[in-house]
């Protein structure tokens, strides 16, 4: 099982970046798949995700209307489109993969940097 992150950098405030998450060795299209973030000194927290069997989506109060998750199940990525970013989304973004207790990945993260 792989989980891969990529399209991380440095950004300037009210800039965009996109986030993709890269998948392999598992059923993509039958996992919850999302997004968490960790900034230094700070836990490991939910940006976005997907639920109620993937119809939905979740957003953290400090992203909605700003970030985007959507996924291509014939590629077996997630994406993460962010707008407007804010020096405060500066973090580590770790893609999840999870189906239940037994069978729940992690990516090794891409880092964001938000700065003038």
């Known amino acids: 099982v792989q989980l891969v992150e990529s399209g991380g950098g440095l950004v300037q405030p009210g800039n965009s970046l996109r986030l993709s998450c890269a998948a392999s060795?598992?059923?993509?299209?039958?996992?919850?798949m999302s997004w968490y973030r960790q900034a230094p000194g700070k836990e490991r927290e939910l940006v976005a995700g997907f639920i109620s069997g993937g119809s939905s989506t979740y957003y953290a109060d400090s992203v909605k209307g700003r970030f985007t998750i959507f996924r291509d199940n014939a590629k077996n990525t997630v994406y993460l489109q962010m707008n407007s970013l804010k020096p405060e989304d500066t973090a580590v973004y770790y893609c999840r993969a999870n189906r239940d207790v037994n069978n729940d990945y992690w990516g090794k993260g891409t880092q964001v940097t938000v700065s003038s």
């Open positions: 060795g598992f059923t993509f299209s039958s996992y919850y």
